[in-house]
């Protein structure tokens, strides 16, 4: 297949790319400044203009491209920016594919286990409600979704992955967690009870490999493994991993103080489980915790990668 990738230099884009092309497909890599190589063509955000003639005809996308939710304070134009990339950005995007001699045929779209809000113990399925109308990440999320309605009324199977905690030591979360642990400063988010729904980095690029070629995955479907865990529980596999004490807790108040509103996504609780990929027969490679630790952990281990854009 011929197949365009927004965010292709961030940490799952990037592996990806390197994955799709081991199985001769072909990767066009949507890039927001002018192209610099064969493989690439320009595509804008903000306008959603396509250099249609370097795209030229694909059989699926997948798109990736946002701003990072994680670290920081989450100010005014910082949620904008947040908001603006996914839901608009993405209906730009879908807008101009579908206008296109050839429409894709299939889209994979990146979404977040955000979308279900704050839910405590309970059981999260892709069947379960989105979270409160209220919740910030709930409205991105349902936005981003939406959002590819354009290409969905062209006729395109689009998938909705909604992303977990992508575990990799090259970018996001625990790229974040690694330098206090590794002093031995690590701990427990408040008090550590809220689930963690997360994914290893080579599984989620096998998700997205599977989404592609499986005509029978459409809509939503959770990009996690079969066994979300605690803040504490992942917070002592963490630090079993690395031979380190995790005695420091960071208190609530204290989350709240440093990051503001993003202190929600730190402490919100999504206990997630894959049923439609369970269901399609889908085979993990690191179902369990230590085992995808151990694997982003190893020497040598993990891509490089210039952002996440998840």
Same mark, same amino acid.
């Not at 990738?5 to 949507?30: F, P, Q, Y």
């Not at 206008?99 to 286990?113: D, F, G, I, R, W």
């Not at 989105?130 to 991105?140: C, E, H, M």
């Given at each position: 297949?011929?197949?365009?990738?927004?965010?292709?230099?961030?940490?799952?884009?990037?592996?990806?790319?390197?994955?799709?092309?081991?199985?001769?497909?072909?990767?066009?890599?949507?890039v927001r400044r002018a192209s610099a190589a064969p493989d690439e063509a320009r595509w804008s955000p903000?306008?959603?203009?396509?250099?249609?003639?370097?795209?030229?005809?694909?059989?699926?996308?997948?798109?990736?491209?946002?701003?990072?939710?994680?670290?920081?304070?989450?100010?005014?134009?910082? $949620?904008?920016?947040?908001?603006?990339?996914? #839901? &608009?950005?993405?209906?730009?995007?879908?807008?101009?594919?579908?206008?296109?001699?050839?429409? %894709?045929?299939?889209?994979?779209?990146?979404?977040?286990?955000?979308?279900? @809000?704050?839910?405590?113990?309970?059981?999260?399925?892709?069947?379960? *409600? &989105?979270?409160?109308?209220?919740? =910030?990440?709930?409205?991105?999320?349902?936005?981003?979704?939406?959002?590819?309605?354009?290409?969905?009324?062209?006729?395109?199977?689009?998938?909705h992955l909604r992303i977990g905690i992508v575990l990799d030591r090259a970018g996001g979360a625990l790229?974040?967690?690694?330098? %206090? =642990?590794?002093?031995?400063?690590?701990?427990?988010? @408040?008090?550590? $009870?809220?689930?963690?729904?997360?994914?290893?980095? %080579?599984?989620?690029?096998?998700?997205?490999? $599977?989404?592609?070629?499986?005509?029978?995955?459409?809509?939503?479907?959770?990009?996690?493994?079969?066994?979300?865990?605690?803040?504490?529980? =992942?917070?002592?596999?963490?630090?079993?991993?690395?031979?380190?004490?995790?005695?420091? &807790?960071?208190?609530?108040?204290?989350?709240?103080?440093?990051? @503001? #509103? =993003?202190?929600?996504?730190?402490?919100?609780?999504? $206990? *997630?489980?894959?049923?439609?990929?369970?269901?399609? #027969?889908? *085979?993990?490679?690191?179902?369990?915790?230590?085992?995808?630790?151990?694997a982003a952990l190893a020497d040598g281990g993990g891509p490089t990668a210039s952002r996440q854009t998840?």
């Open positions: 297949m011929r197949i365009a990738v927004t965010g292709a230099s961030g940490l799952v884009g990037s592996a990806l790319c390197r994955a799709l092309a081991a199985d001769d497909h072909e990767v066009v890599r949507l903000q306008t959603g203009e396509i250099d249609a003639a370097a795209l030229g005809a694909v059989d699926a996308v997948v798109h990736l491209a946002g701003e990072n939710v994680a670290g920081g304070r989450w100010t005014a134009a910082r $949620r904008a920016r947040i908001h603006a990339s996914r #839901g &608009p950005a993405t209906e730009r995007l879908c807008r101009a594919l579908a206008a296109l001699p050839q429409p %894709p045929k299939v889209m994979v779209s990146a979404s977040a286990t955000g979308v279900y @809000g704050d839910r405590g113990d309970e059981e999260l399925s892709e069947d379960s *409600a &989105p979270g409160p109308a209220g919740d =910030f990440l709930t409205g991105v999320a349902l936005a981003w979704e939406q959002a590819t309605a354009p290409l969905e009324a062209a006729g395109a199977r689009v998938v790229a974040k967690m690694l330098p %206090p =642990f590794r002093l031995g400063l690590g701990g427990k988010l @408040g008090d550590g $009870r809220h689930w963690m729904s997360w994914i290893s980095l %080579p599984d989620l690029v096998r998700v997205v490999q $599977r989404a592609l070629a499986d005509p029978d995955l459409r809509g939503p479907v959770l990009a996690v493994a079969p066994h979300p865990v605690t803040n504490a529980e =992942f917070t002592r596999a963490l630090g079993r991993q690395l031979r380190r004490p995790t005695l420091f &807790p960071v208190p609530r108040a204290a989350l709240r103080l440093l990051f @503001g #509103g =993003f202190a929600d996504v730190l402490l919100g609780s999504q $206990r *997630a489980r894959p049923k439609r990929l369970l269901d399609a #027969g889908f *085979a993990f490679e690191h179902e369990d915790l230590p085992s995808a630790l151990r998840l």
